[in-house]
């Protein structure tokens, strides 16, 4: 499992377009390495205990009045600014005073200015940050979006996983990630898969080479991130092996504490792959609606009979 313990400030300032207004600090050497932030009324009344200087500290329409009804306002931001935090951003464009940017400044700690409204720049940079900082580890596999639903094609090389995304593609659905796919854990229930930077939007195809999807078919064949729903491994199919045929039961496959629904696929000559996604995604929505199909059947068969699903 791999975890990424920092980003780069200089990552927040592009992700949400902030305005530096301490340009001479050197943003490049600071990272955050918490994906919660803070607003700091409590430390400006003078309250420091349990401070956690390692958040972004964010200044709203309540913080900014509070400061500006003090006659020592400024330097109760100064003490703030004084505590080893990162960096600080202003919302709803407010004005910042020239002593607290120059002290600032002599501190090394950057202030930003956004436009946006307080409580929506939280959550997006909550969000971002969670995403960001999450536990994560690459896989081998294909992540596609298919009705929605985030399936992650496993199996052993060459055996037809990017072929059968190749065709879900041209059938209208979107590709996340070839070859390899990283999976984040972003909350206890949520796992979402990515490509890696560098092969973002390629797919490879044995005896062609490498072709870009996004070139190939357009924007809207591409996805940069997508929720994992379910799992389908293919394998060779082998005739001494039992395979379920009712799916009466669930089997799972665990990344990162977290369990998936797998299907277990065997591949025979004839099999269309991209049908059987298709299938297995819309079956996933069902089930999460409510609707088992293969419990139905049994009901079917064996209504009365007091047998417990």
């Given at each position: ?7 780069a400030?200089t ?20 990272y ?19 401070f ?7 200044i709203?329409?309540v ?10 306002g400024?330097?109760?931001?100064k003490k703030?600014?004084?505590l080893?935090?990162p960096?600080?951003?202003?919302c709803?464009g ?6 607290i ?5 002599r ?10 409204s307080?409580?929506s ?9 969670n ?13 596609v ?8 094609i496993?199996g052993?090389?060459?055996?037809g996983?990017?072929e059968?995304?190749l065709?879900?593609?041209?059938r ?10 990283v999976i ?5 229930d949520?796992?979402i898969?990515?490509?890696p930077?560098m ?11 490498i072709?870009?999807?996004k070139?190939?078919?357009g924007?809207e ?5 997508q ?16 395979y ?6 669930e089997h ?5 504490g ?6 277990n ?7 269309n792959?991209a ?5 297995a995604?819309v079956?996933?929505r069902?089930?999460?609606?409510g ?11 064996f209504?009365g ?5």
């Amino acid at each position: 499992m791999e975890e990424k313990d920092k980003v780069a400030l200089t990552e927040l300032v592009e992700k949400f377009s902030l305005k530096n207004l301490t340009p001479d600090v050197d943003i490049s050497s600071i990272y955050i390495t918490k994906p919660d932030i803070n607003r700091p009324a409590l430390q400006l009344a003078g309250f420091m205990k349990d401070f956690d200087k390692e958040r972004v500290q964010i200044i709203g329409n309540v913080e900014h009045s509070y400061m500006q009804g003090l006659e020592d306002g400024i330097e109760r931001m100064k003490k703030v600014l004084g505590l080893g935090i990162p960096c600080v951003v202003y919302c709803r464009g407010f004005e910042v005073e020239d002593e607290i940017i120059e002290e600032a400044t002599r501190l090394g700690v950057a202030i930003f200015l956004t436009d946006k409204s307080t409580s929506s720049f939280m959550a997006e940079i909550i969000r971002w940050l969670n995403v960001q900082l999450a536990p994560s580890m690459t896989i081998h596999g294909v992540l596609v979006d298919v009705y929605g639903e985030g399936i992650l094609i496993t199996g052993e090389s060459g055996i037809g996983k990017s072929e059968a995304a190749l065709e879900l593609i041209k059938r209208g659905h979107r590709l996340v990630s070839d070859d390899a796919v990283v999976i984040k854990k972003v909350s206890d229930d949520t796992l979402i898969g990515m490509a890696p930077e560098m092969t973002r939007h390629f797919i490879e195809l044995r005896g062609i080479g490498i072709i870009n999807v996004k070139a190939l078919f357009g924007v809207e064949s591409v996805k940069n991130t997508q929720q994992i729903d379910l799992v389908i491994n293919l394998e060779e199919w082998n005739r001494d092996k039992e395979y379920d045929r009712m799916g009466l039961e669930e089997h799972y496959v665990n990344f990162l504490g977290n369990n998936v629904v797998c299907h277990n696929i065997p591949i025979r000559p004839g099999r269309n792959l991209a049908i059987i996604c298709e299938s297995a995604a819309v079956n996933c929505r069902q089930k999460k609606m409510g609707y088992d199909a293969a419990k139905e059947l049994y009901q079917r068969a064996f209504g009365g009979a007091g047998v417990q699903l």
